[in-house]
Nanobody, 123 residues
Framework: QVQLVESGGGLVQAGGSLRLSCAAS????????MGWFRQAPGKEREIVAS????????YFADSVKGRFTISRDNAKNTVYLQMNNLKPEDTAVYYC????????????????WGQGTQVTVSS
């Protein structure tokens, strides 16, 4: 098992940047593919980005391509989501998740979740 704790959320103006971090417990972090999801009020949880266990393969939702990057540091058991040029529609609770599957894009394939961190983008 792995336990996940997100940090780095907050309030930012449109066009600004934030970097989210997700710290994982345990010594098996490098055996999991990792994903970032978000959920806005009244909407379903959606994938934002994911990264393979080696960090060599990444996936981004169309809505964030060119603005967000995902990275990981297996030595620090941490995955990051760098969010640039933020828009009001990026406002949501952001969750990191871990999976033994290979880069799934749906939440049901991620068994391990953090508690979430709020990102609010003002216009």
């Amino acid at each position: 098992q792995v336990q996940l704790v997100e940090s780095g959320g907050g309030l930012v103006q449109a066009g600004g940047s934030l970097r989210l971090s997700c710290a994982a417990s345990g010594r098996t972090f490098s055996t999991y593919d990792m994903g970032w999801f978000r959920q806005a009020p009244g909407k379903e949880r959606e994938i934002v980005a994911s990264i393979s266990r080696s960090g060599g393969i990444t996936y981004f939702a169309d809505s964030v391509k060119g603005r967000f990057t995902i990275s990981r540091d297996n030595a620090k058991n941490t995955v990051y989501l760098q969010m640039n040029n933020l828009k009001p529609e990026d406002t949501a609770v952001y969750y990191c998740a871990a999976t033994a599957y290979i880069l799934p894009t749906t939440s049901e394939h991620y068994p391990y979740w953090g508690q979430g961190t709020q990102v609010t983008v003002s216009s």
